[in-house]
């Protein structure tokens, strides 16, 4: 069975940093294209970067390109998201997500964690 688990949200203000994180079992993520997406409320779910799993290239979504970045530890068999000088529209719940387009081009997935939620204060 594969379960993928987000921790590392939280409450936090405008300009500060969280890392999430997303702990793999059932899969290994060195052999995924991992992915994280959000939903932020009454919107729909986006894309916000990915991971190929052949050469680890990554991708992000436009509105927080040099502000995040998706890494994973194969050996724990975790992916990561460092967010920094977060604001207040990157208020979501984010998803951590297996088998997917790393580039962001459909919101498709094998496999999906239930989410860990941000929010970020003025």
């Known amino acids: 069975q594969v379960q993928l688990v987000e921790s590392g949200g939280g409450l936090v203000q405008a300009g500060d940093s969280l890392r999430l994180s997303c702990a793999v079992s059932?899969?290994?993520?060195?052999?995924?294209?991992m992915g994280w997406f959000r939903q932020a409320p009454g919107k729909d779910r986006e894309f916000v970067a990915g991971?190929?799993?052949?050469?680890?290239?990554?991708y992000y979504r436009d509105s927080v390109k040099g502000r995040c970045t998706i890494s994973r530890d194969n050996v724990k068999n975790m992916v990561f998201l460092q967010m920094n000088s977060l604001k207040p529209e990157d208020t979501a719940v984010y998803y951590c997500?297996?088998?997917?387009?790393?580039?962001?081009?459909?919101?498709?997935?094998?496999?999906w964690g239930k989410g860990t939620l941000v929010t970020v204060s003025s």
């Open positions: 991971s190929t799993w052949k050469s680890g290239t990554t």
């Open positions: 997500a297996g088998g997917v387009d790393a580039r962001g081009g459909t919101m498709l997935a094998d496999y």
């Open positions: 059932g899969l290994t993520v060195s052999a995924y294209s």
